[in-house]
């Protein structure tokens, strides 16, 4: 499995924006496809946005579409949640994961095999 450490979180107005950072490490990077999930109190852990092998397609939750933006270099073993316009309702911790068993983005959380510990993010009205 690879090992995911993210970060990039933090405090912000609503309206700001923040760039999350997934960094990779262990096995081919290139083989998962890889997520973004969060979680708020109370609040089952949802899928946000995902992205293929090598980055061509991508895939968000309906209410993130047109403000958050993911990507992946997979010669860094990085991927990447650029949020902008961010909003109150986007606080919540932040979770990489990765499934290397699937051929396309998948949003379920039980088919993801690796997770990150989570990056907070809070945006403030």
């Known amino acids: 499995q690879v090992q995911l450490v993210e970060s990039g979180g933090g405090l912000v107005q609503a309206g700001g924006s923040l760039r999350l950072s997934c960094a990779a490490s262990g096995r081919t990077f290139s083989d998962y496809v890889m997520g973004w999930f969060r979680q708020a109190p109370g609040k089952e852990r949802e899928f946000v946005a995902g992205?293929?092998?090598?980055?061509?397609?991508?895939y968000y939750l309906d209410s993130v579409k047109g403000r958050f933006t993911i990507s992946r270099d997979n010669s860094k073993n990085m991927v990447y949640l650029q949020m902008n316009s961010l909003k109150p309702e986007d606080t919540a911790v932040y979770y990489c994961?990765?499934?290397?068993?699937?051929?396309?983005?998948?949003?379920?959380?039980?088919?993801?095999?690796?997770w990150g510990q989570g990056t907070q993010v809070t945006v403030s009205s």
């Open positions: 994961a990765g499934d290397h068993r699937s051929y396309r983005v998948e949003t379920t959380r039980l088919k993801y095999d690796c």
């Open positions: 992205i293929s092998w090598g980055g061509s397609n991508t």
